[in-house]
C-alpha cells in the first residue's frame, strides 16, 4: 500500500477493517475489492436507498466505490476514533459489524504472509484473496487463499487472543 510505505509495517489488518467498517455502514454485501496505485475499488451489492420509488423497489443494485489513500486514511482515523466500543469489544459477527470484523482477520492474514496487491471478493460471508508476494520472500508470484464463512467466523473468535499474545511492534 503505497500510503503506507516506510511505515514500520504495512498494516493490511486496519486498513480492510476501516474499509469493512465502511462496507457496514454502506450496507454492502458480496464484496469485491481490487487494491489500486492510488487506493481501492469497492464494489457490492446494496438495496437502493429507502423511499425510492421504483418497479425495482427491494431488489439489489450493484454500487462501485473508488477510495482513494487519502480517504482510507480518512476512514482509518475515524475508526481509531471509535475504539473500545461495544461493538469493538464483543464482536457480534452475524450482526452489523460482519465486515468490518472479517476483513480485519483476513488483513491480518495478508500482513502475516507479507504480500502486496490484494483482490479479494466475498460471497456469503466466505472470501477468496489473491496476494503478490515479491521476489526475495519465500515464494514469488500470485498466491489465491479462501477462507469459508465458519472458517472467518473462527479466526474473529481467537482474533483477541491473537491480539494479546502478539509481541509490540
Known amino acids: 500500500m503505497r500510503i503506507y510505505e516506510g511505515s514500520p509495517r504495512q498494516d493490511w489488518e486496519e486498513v480492510l477493517r476501516s474499509?469493512?467498517?465502511?462496507?457496514?455502514?454502506?450496507?454492502?454485501?458480496?464484496?469485491?475489492?481490487?487494491?489500486?496505485?492510488g487506493g481501492f475499488l469497492l464494489q457490492g451489492l446494496t438495496l437502493p436507498p429507502q423511499g425510492v420509488a421504483s418497479e425495482g423497489f427491494g431488489a439489489l443494485a450493484k454500487r462501485t466505490h473508488e477510495l482513494t489513500d487519502e480517504q482510507i486514511a480518512e476512514l482509518m482515523e475515524e475508526a481509531a476514533q471509535h475504539r473500545g466500543s461495544a461493538a469493538d469489544d464483543q464482536p457480534h459477527p452475524d450482526v452489523e459489524h460482519y465486515y468490518e470484523l472479517s476483513m480485519r482477520v483476513v488483513g491480518a492474514y495478508i500482513d502475516s504472509q507479507k504480500a502486496h496487491d490484494a483482490f479479494l471478493f466475498e460471497q456469503d460471508g466466505s472470501y477468496v484473496v489473491r496476494l503478490f508476494a515479491s521476489a526475495g520472500t519465500r515464494a514469488a508470484g500470485h498466491h489465491l487463499a479462501e477462507f469459508t464463512r465458519d472458517e472467518i467466523m473462527a479466526m474473529i473468535e481467537s482474533a483477541p487472543e491473537h491480539r494479546q499474545s502478539a509481541p509490540e511492534a
Open 19 to 37: 474499509i469493512g467498517a465502511y462496507a457496514d455502514r454502506e450496507r454492502l454485501k458480496e464484496l469485491l475489492l481490487l487494491e489500486l496505485d
